[in-house]
């Protein structure tokens, strides 16, 4: 039997992933790429290599659709053609013939999380480079631009209170992969003096474990903010943490990130006390675990509506789908809003939607077995 059931859900899964993955990608991707080959000049060859990098990203999120699609469709039409009923006339429970469905979904689950971390972010960060040079080839190709890097201390006040202020300020226009270009760094970290440091160039010395800053003027500032005293430079090795540059070279889209880099710029980003970046990286963390579990929700909610007795088409059950896939990603957006609002706690704004999918699915399955 679980073999059985198992080879009827593979075809229309297959069809899923293909059917949404084509539709996903040409919303995303497609009609962006065409507009820049016509208008950028983007070649016919580089535009095929991003559209082939986009592919696996856009089937991590066609799984889970596919998933529910599949059970749904297969469980309709063995529900529709009695089979179902001549299972349960042999003693199968309904509990039973869910669950093939439940294992199957687990089996999806396991895909969509090896695209999620191993793949989906790797290729996806390829394409955006591969753009990004093909765009530019006539240019220099700088790495990262605009790097700001903000650092806060804690002061505490004569009634106890603490307050946050800004203790230093690190900002480069663009960094080339090896070193910063056009910085400003304004350095309140000791009390009585403050600096302002404008330089042309600088770099890290590992050696030394020091900037190394090229063709600049520091401006000490007296605390009645009054200039104390100019001095310009050639070159200069300040004492500055290295963090900016741990920013620059790891700076990616969270659809670039797998988890543990994800949790790498975490920790990059609670150094410079964004409360908001850190929130809202943290949701996402959540939110990248808890995602591939939606496949065995999906498994489950499209078994149980499947066996309910029916006689559903194809094109009815695509349209159940969507209807049930809209209402999961409206709940997911709206309890990750809540989450990056601190209204909930990222672990409740990502999971929230797998668990109200999970009690769902399990009050159906108990009604449906009482039939």
Do not use: H
Not at 294 to 315: A, D, E, K, N
Request: proline residues 4%; contains cysteine.
């Amino acid at each position: 039997m679980d073999r059985y059931l198992s080879m009827q859900l593979l075809p229309p899964f297959l069809f899923g992933v293909g059917a949404f993955t084509s539709v996903v990608l040409a919303i995303d991707s497609l009609f962006e790429l065409l507009r820049k080959v016509v208008e950028s000049g983007l070649p016919i060859n580089i535009a095929l290599k991003i559209f082939l990098l986009k592919l696996p990203y856009v089937m991590v999120y066609s799984f889970p659709m596919s998933t529910l699609l599949a059970t749904l469709m297969t469980y309709s039409r063995l529900s529709s053609e009695s089979e179902l009923i001549a299972l349960r006339g042999c003693g199968v429970s309904v509990y039973r013939m869910v669950l093939t469905a439940v294992l199957f979904s687990s089996l999806v689950t396991g895909m969509t999380y090896v695209f999620n971390e191993q793949i989906a972010p790797a290729a996806n960060y390829e394409a955006t480079l591969t753009l990004q040079q093909a765009l530019k080839s006539d240019k220099p190709s700088f790495k990262q631009q605009n790097i700001y890097y903000p650092e806060y201390r804690e002061i505490k006040q004569s009634d106890g209170s603490k307050i946050k202020v800004l203790s230093r300020l690190f900002y480069a226009d663009q960094f080339d992969g090896k070193k910063m270009q056009g910085l400003t760094i304004i350095d309140r970290s000791r009390e009585g003096l403050n600096q302002i440091v404008v330089s042309e160039s600088a770099e890290w010395n590992s050696g030394k474990q020091v900037w190394d800053f090229y063709n600049g003027t520091i401006y000490l500032v007296a605390p009645d903010r009054s200039y104390r005293n100019i001095l310009r430079f050639e070159k200069q090795q300040l004492q500055l943490p290295r963090t900016p540059l741990d920013v620059a070279e790891n700076s990616r889209d969270y659809g670039e990130m797998n988890i543990a880099q994800a949790l790498d710029q975490l920790e990059l980003e609670r150094l410079t006390g964004d409360q908001q970046k850190i929130r809202k990286l943290e949701v996402r963390i959540q939110q990248k675990i808890a995602f591939p579990f939606v496949c065995v929700i999906f498994g489950l909610v499209g078994s149980v509506m499947g066996t309910i007795p029916q006689r559903t088409g194809r094109g009815t059950s695509f349209g159940i789908s969507v209807i049930v896939i809209f209402s999961y990603y409206l709940l997911l957006s709206i309890s990750g809003a809540l989450a990056q609002a601190g209204i909930l706690s990222p672990f409740i704004g990502a999971w929230l939607p797998n668990l109200f999918g999970l009690v769902i699915g399990l009050l159906l399955l108990t009604q449906v077995a009482k039939k």
